[in-house]
T-cell receptor
Framework: DTGVSQDPRHKITKRGQNVTFRCDPISEHNRLYWYRQTLGQGPEFLTYFQNEAQLEKSRLLSDRFSAERPKGSFSTLEIQRTEQGDSAMYLC????????????FGEGSRLTVL | SQKIEQNSEALNIQEGKTATLTCNYT??????LQWYRQDPGRGPVFLLL?????KEKRKERLKVTFDTTLKQSLFHITASQPADSATYLC???????????FGKGTTLSVSS
């Protein structure tokens, strides 16, 4: 399968711990996006990369959140000192277009903070 | 501020009927609008993109309209089937052109 893959699919952690999610986009896609989704809501934009450059970050992305995309390939999203409010589905997507064309989403990483 | 609203959180229809979902936006002038389908526990899947100069677009049983004067898009599923039951999301590029923003979605249930 050459779709967008995310790892881990599920993560349960205690408040205050750090967690890291990984996203492997479709190989020829130069844009990569991170979204967060809570129950009953649409995906909320967090950040996106054009190759290795992080071009936009939402105000939702507090100082505890950091995303990287070294060498313009896979990306990681790290959350430090997790809080219960961080519990959500973290979705990664990629696209080939220079503008916001069709996004290909992964299956998401579900985070539960106890 | 920019806003996307999708009509009623849930829509229940009978198999064979046409489902119509609405996406309204304010304080935008988007060049295009997208519709996605999301099943529980899965990531959204792209369905259709319609540009501002296109009034209507079709794909199999799906039809999307885009009225930039009303600032509204309608998404139709004709001859609906229980397999069409899912949440449907509309998405727009924000005014600054720096992000793709999603509505809350409308959950469609098609009963047989």
């Amino acid at each position: 399968d050459t779709g967008v893959s995310q790892d881990p699919r599920h993560k349960i952690t205690k408040r205050g711990q750090n967690v890291t999610f990984r996203c492997d986009p479709i190989s020829e896609h130069n844009r990569l996006y991170w979204y967060r989704q809570t129950l009953g809501q649409g995906p909320e934009f967090l950040t996106y990369f054009q190759n290795e450059a992080q071009l936009e970050k939402s105000r939702l992305l507090s100082d505890r959140f950091s995303a990287e995309r070294p060498k313009g390939s896979f990306s990681t999203l790290e959350i430090q000192r997790t809080e219960q409010g961080d519990s959500a589905m973290y979705l990664c997507a990629s696209s080939q277009d220079q503008s916001f064309g069709e996004l290909f989403f992964g299956e998401g990483s579900r985070l539960t903070v106890l | 501020s920019q806003k996307i609203e999708q009509n009623s959180e849930a829509l229940n229809i009978q198999e064979g009927k046409t489902a119509t979902l609405t996406c309204n936006y304010t304080n935008y002038s988007p060049a295009y609008l997208q519709w996605y389908r999301q099943d529980p526990g899965r990531g959204p899947v792209f369905l259709l993109l319609i540009r501002e100069n296109e009034k209507e677009k079709r794909k199999e049983r799906l039809k999307v309209t885009f009225d930039t004067t009303l600032k509204q898009s309608l998404f139709h599923i004709t001859a609906s089937q229980p397999a069409d039951s899912a949440t449907y999301l509309c998405a727009l590029e924000n005014q600054a052109g720096t992000a793709l923003i999603f509505g809350k979605g409308t959950t469609l249930s098609v009963s047989s």
